[in-house]
Each structure stands twice: as C-alpha cells, then as structure tokens.
C-alpha cells in the first residue's frame, strides 16, 4: 500500500500535467524524496507497535530496515516519471530489469548464506537501490525547495490521483479481509485461489499500461480528435487480447484446475468463473481511466472510488454472510457494470465519445468471442468422453481457429486499422 502513496502521487501527476521546466522539476523531486522520508519515519515509528500486534519481536528490526526501500522508491520515482515524460521505455525497462535481476540475486545469496526471513527484506532493499543507480545514470535531478505558487498544480493533481489509487487499494482488497473473517481461513483460501487465476491477464496489462499509456496519452497533448482515435483503437486491442483469453479461463477451468491444482480446489470454480466474468468487463475500464488522468480528469477517478469504498465492504460482508465465496464473487459482478461505466459516461465530456460508440467499436472482438464461446461448448458436448488433457487441447484449439478466424474473416478492416497504428507507432 506504501507504493501508491510513497510521493503522494508527485510523479504521476508530472506525467500528466507535462511539467518539464527543470526548476519546477526539482521541486516536485525534492517534494516527493520529503514525503518519502516522512513515510519512513512512520515505519520506523510503528515498527515496535507491529511487533506487539503480532507478538513477534523480530518484526521491529525487519520493518525497520524495509522503510530504506521506501526512500529509495523515493529518490526514484520522479526521475522514471522524466523518462515516462519522455517517452523512453526502453530505459524504464532497463530500470526495472536491472531493479528486478539485483533483487533476485540478493535474495538467492542471502538464503544460500542462512539469512532466513531476513533475504527477502534485503533482496527487496537492494533493488531498490540498483534501480536508483541506474535512473539516476539517466535522469539528473536537482534539488529545490519546494514553492507551492509554482508547483501548486502538480501537488494537487497529485494528491487527487493518490486518494483514487488508496481508495481503491482499499476496496478491492477488502474482500479479502472480510470474507477471512465472516467465512473463515478455508473459504478465504478458495477465493484468494479463483481471485488470483481470473485477476492473471488483466493484472499483467493493467501494469504495463500503467507505465506506458498514461504518458503516451498525456504526449498527445490538447488534440482531443488524435486522443479520441488513439484510445478507441487501443481499447479495441485490449478487449481484443484479454476477452478470448478470460472466456477460454471460464470455459476450461472445470477440466483444467482439478488437473492441474487437484481435485481439492474444485469448489473455487464457480467463484473463479464469476471473477473472471468481472475481470472481462474490467479490463474494458482500464484505457478509459487512463484516458481521465492523462486529461486533468483525475478528480472523477477519485471520487468514482471513493463512493466504491464506502459502497462495496458493506455490501462484500453481506455476500460473504450469505453465500461465502461465491457470495462475495456474485457481489463484484453486480457492481463492476457501474464501476466500468461511470469513467466511460464521462469520456462524452472528454473526448466526445458517448457510451453507446464506445461498445459499438467493440462488436468485432465480442461477436468473435461469442463464436469461439459457442463452438467450445458443442465441442465440448462432443468430446465428453475424452481424457482431460487431449479434451482440453482440442478445446483450446477449436476455440482459437473459431476466434482468429471470426476476427480476420469478417472484421479484417478493423484489424487493419489496429495494425496502421502499430505500424506508425
């Protein structure tokens, strides 16, 4: 949770306001380094108190030690935000790769040296510091004092976009916490289990997109047509990619979970196709959120998950009274519908896109997958005798001709437009 809110949103909000003078620059940094420290110092703070929650001494000293990861993250964030600004991913990927590969060889070292609980800590801490060497080869950063008259946008915008990430952080993570504690550890292994599959493809994008189209959006500036076409061609390839793939997950999981998990996880099934029911529609918001912050619309965001947060932990714990696992599943498909459409019913203010063109641009890859969900189904209905491993490679099989050929076969101008932009990327 740190991690949404470790510079208060500083650097995420310079993305997006393209705030590139270098004096203003260094104020933003030095600003979100102070927060940083600030938030250290509360860990360090509550460390001992931890320890007594938990009744574990050793916590204090872990916690401790992790609050440098915090400054670290810190000293950071603004210069990947400079190289986001700049549109230089390939570097960002150098950060990350070189942040990711130092961390793992930390933590091999430090368990091969019996280091215990303490190699995961420090694994994490010196990443940190190898992807603050290699941003701070990219991007210099001064240091200013921060004046409110000439970074007061950023900060603002800043703290709009934190309070919609920690909103939602703590929303979507209350399921969790309250379906452990009105259903129990076992009802909670089996959620956490269907959650973790049907979240899978979804999470991947949403954090690449994360650090890839906010600051492609926001380099395109006050054009509002380019930004239009841009994002209906990107949400078309999104649904495009993720939708076959969550509808094959709700169609194979029967066979291929208790194949694969064993026969003991088959009751997270019909939560598991729930959720990824949900994760289908979800995926459809992720560009339209994106589309808001890049535009100075963070405040609808934020106040979309504000009115989440005070809705969905009442309603998680009704769910989870009555039904359990499945209750609580059956609880995010009611709300997801608002959840997707509210950001999209504010695109028309935007970009000039009602709701009703938004889906319209989403026929080819829907009436694609409704082919390929049909064409499962009966070949499933043949194939019932079959052994699960040979019924699920020719399921999946069957499903990706029926998918590419519906999609290529009658909407092939649509893949075209999708390819134009790859091409002229």
């Known amino acids: ?27 933003v940094h030095t600003a979100a380094v102070a ?6 110092l509360l860990m360090c703070l509550a460390a001992y108190p931890l320890s007594l929650v938990f009744r574990e001494p050793r916590i204090t000293a872990v916690v401790t030690f992790l609050s440098l990861s915090v400054v670290l993250n810190g000293v950071t964030t603004v210069r990947v935000a400079v190289l986001q600004q700049r549109l230089e991913y390939r570097r960002i990927a150098q950060v990350e790769f070189a942040k990711t590969i ?23 801490v010196l990443g940190q510091a190898v992807g603050f060497l290699v ?101 078309e390839l999104l649904v495009a990619v993720v939708l076959p793939i969550l509808a094959g997950f709700a169609l194979l999981c029967p066979i291929a979970v208790p194949l694969i998990f064993g026969a003991r996880w088959a009751a997270a099934i019909p939560a598991m196709q729930i959720l990824v029911v949900c994760a289908a529609m979800s995926s459809v918001s992720l560009l339209s959120q994106h589309v808001l912050g890049s535009t100075g619309k963070a405040a609808i965001s934020a106040r979309l ?5 005070a809705v969905l932990p009442p309603s998680f714990y009704l769910g989870a009274k009555l039904g359990g696992p499945i209750g609580v ?64 490679a020719v399921l999946a099989t069957i499903g990706a001709i029926v998918y590419c050929a519906m999609y290529l076969g009658l909407f092939r101008p649509r893949v075209e437009r999708i390819l134009d932009v790859w091409r002229n990327r």
């Open 1 to 27: 949770m740190l991690g949404l809110i470790v510079d208060a949103g500083f650097a995420r909000a310079l993305v997006v306001t393209r705030e590139t003078d270098e004096r203003r620059v260094a104020q």
């Open 35 to 40: 927060v940083s420290w600030m938030l250290a």
């Open 102 to 124: 130092a961390q793992a060889i930390a933590v091999v070292i430090c368990v091969l040296n019996g280091l215990a609980y303490w190699s995961l800590s420090i694994g994490m």
């Open 135 to 235: 941003a701070r080869h990219f991007v210099r950063l001064g240091w200013m004092r921060p004046r409110m008259s000439e970074i007061g946008a950023v900060v603002r915008y800043g703290w709009a976009l934190m309070a919609s990430a920690l909103a939602w952080y703590l929303y979507s993570s209350g399921d969790f916490a309250i379906l452990g504690r009105v259903a129990g550890l076992s009802a909670l292994g089996y959620y956490q289990f269907a959650w973790n599959i049907a979240q899978l493809p979804g999470e991947k994008l949403a954090n690449v997109l994360q650090s890839v189209v906010l600051p492609f959006f926001g380099s395109i500036g006050e054009d509002r047509r380019a930004l239009r076409h841009y994002f209906l061609v990107l949400s």
């Open 305 to 309: 998950h504000l009115y989440a947060l």
């Open 329 to 392: 599943a059956i609880t995010w498909l009611i709300y997801q519908p608002l959840l997707v459409g509210y950001p999209l019913f504010h695109l028309k203010a935007v970009i000039d896109l009602t709701v009703g063109q938004y889906l319209a641009n989403l026929v080819a890859p829907a009436v694609s997958v409704l082919a390929m969900v049909a064409a499962v189904l009966l070949t499933q209905r043949m194939t019932g005798g079959m052994a699960a491993v040979p019924q699920m």
